[in-house]
């Protein structure tokens, strides 16, 4: 069971020079579709084995600060913040009512409560690989619990 919408979700860079906040209009499926992807560029964009993304509108999303784009295909564009690096997020210009925010750049509050960092952060919309699985990198809980 997924807890309560919340009205606003902050993030940003490690530095603090680029924050965001995504205002979620009422009505608003939820979870905003957390998927995670293993794709090459998506690796090397961030890297790390898996990224993990969720989906709004842009127009919810407010900029203070201005990430600089990366051209990774020729669709796919990568925001990130040239002073740390950090990824933001990743945008395909043939869907322009989405933006895929990178989770990991959410705001630490936002992540310690813990319904709403597994509402979140359970990729419940899938698992992509788009073009490229590297099998040697999946595993399922092979860790066990820490």
Not at 48 to 53: D, E, F, G, M
Not at 62 to 68: E, I, Q, S, V
Not at 76 to 82: K, L, V, Y
């Amino acid at each position: 069971m997924s807890t309560q919408m919340p009205n606003i979700l902050t993030g940003g860079c490690l530095c603090k020079e680029i924050q965001y906040t995504i205002k979620i209009p009422k009505g608003t499926s939820w979870p905003p579709d957390p998927h995670t992807c293993w794709c090459t560029q998506c690796r090397k964009a961030t890297g790390s084995i898996i990224t993990h993304l969720l989906t709004f509108d842009p127009s919810t999303v407010k900029w203070n600060g201005t990430p600089t784009e990366f051209e990774s295909s020729a669709q796919g564009r990568r925001g990130f913040c040239t002073k740390c690096g950090t990824s933001l997020y990743f945008r395909d210009t043939g869907l322009p009512a989405e933006i895929e925010i990178c989770t990991g750049s959410l705001d630490e509050e936002i992540l310690e409560n813990p319904q709403l960092a597994k509402d979140l952060c359970d990729p419940s919309c899938g698992r992509f690989w788009c073009k490229r699985e590297i099998k040697s990198t999946i595993y399922e809980n092979s860790a066990g619990k820490r």
